[in-house]
């Protein structure tokens, strides 16, 4: 009897530590993948670990000085698609056609509004043009031609297409070619999720796609419920993968679900959804932030780029499992 009173009272103690409200938090990824100690160089690893700290400490002094979560996350993106390490913006994976296109999505969790944009080729900062059509616009969702017209309409930056062209990407494409593949099972989609002081979660992803792609390929990144969703009821997500499975399962959606119907916790609501992701096939990660501030950076691949940083001191950048 004394015992199990015990155990009650330390089941309560240790949920409510769980539930300590951060004051602010911000996680960022920068793509899951067979990202291996083995296949990457020093001088790789200290790159993408500058300039994930360079991507998440802008984020974080936003939310510092009382900036809202939609800012840090614009910003910070706007970091990791102005570098070419990764697959978003610049240095993003090239079309079958040798072209980049690029899709990306931004939710904020206060009011559910979302923007999206997909299959651009000439806007310098999707991020920026997802949330201009989130908070500019009366649709949720520009593709293509059209999306271009609206960014360039509200004074975003238009470059050529061979802006966004590294001679690493091309190589990638002519390699997949010749192996006839679209999957490598590299995955560099950013994404970024922020909780500010007054509480406001907001998700944004922004990438390349897929090496190779064809026919115009649209993957999960600017699905709204698959690659990015924030509420601030629950969390907020952003995902990483092999976009087809990640639809397929409307991952970022999933998690919020289990929060909010099953009143699961943001980790064990991750790991199911990776879960039903890996039963179908497929593979990738997640980052997510729910309304306590408690972080979740998990994946099924062998790594992920990946940092985050707490108003409570916490701070942790990783890339492999
Ligand atoms: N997750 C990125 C894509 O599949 O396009």
Not at 111 to 136: C, H, Q, Y
Not at 259 to 279: G, P, W
């Amino acid at each position: 009897m004394f015992k199990s009173i015990l155990l009650l009272i330390l089941i309560s103690v240790l949920s409510s530590c769980n539930n300590k409200k951060i004051d602010f938090a911000i996680v960022v990824h920068g793509g899951a993948g067979t990202i291996t100690k083995a296949s990457m160089s020093n001088e790789m690893e200290l790159a993408y670990n500058q300039k994930l700290e360079e991507a998440i400490n802008t984020g974080y002094k936003i939310l510092e000085k009382g900036g809202t979560s939609l800012d840090a996350v614009e910003s910070t993106i706007k970091i990791l698609e102005n570098s070419e390490l990764f697959n978003a913006g610049k240095g993003s994976v090239l079309s079958n056609e040798e072209i980049v296109e690029m899709d990306a999505s931004i939710m904020n969790g206060n009011n559910l509004n979302a923007g999206a944009i997909s299959g651009v080729r000439t806007i310098k900062n999707p991020i920026s043009a997802a949330r201009l059509v989130m908070e500019k616009s009366d649709h949720v969702f520009l593709s293509g031609i059209g999306a271009e017209s609206f960014a360039k309409s509200k004074g975003l930056e238009i470059v050529n297409n061979e802006y966004f062209i590294t001679q690493r990407r091309l190589n990638s494409l002519l390699n997949a070619k010749k192996r006839d593949t679209l999957n490598d099972n590299k995955f560099g989609t950013v994404g970024c999720v922020a909780l500010d002081k007054l509480g406001n979660i907001a998700s944004g992803t922004s990438t390349g796609g897929m090496t190779n792609k064809k026919w115009n390929r649209i993957g999960d990144v600017p699905i709204i419920g698959a690659g990015t969703y924030a509420n601030n009821n629950t969390c907020g997500i952003s995902s990483t993968g092999w976009g087809e499975f990640f639809i397929r399962n409307v991952v970022a959606y999933d998690i919020s679900s289990q929060i909010e119907y099953k009143n699961l916790s943001i980790d064990i609501a991750a790991k199911n959804t990776l879960n039903k992701v890996k039963n179908l096939g497929g593979s990738g990660g997640i980052v997510g932030i729910d309304k306590y501030g408690n972080i979740v950076m998990d994946f099924n691949t062998d790594g992920m780029y990946r940092a985050l940083k707490k108003s409570d001191g916490s701070f942790d950048i990783k890339i492999y499992r």
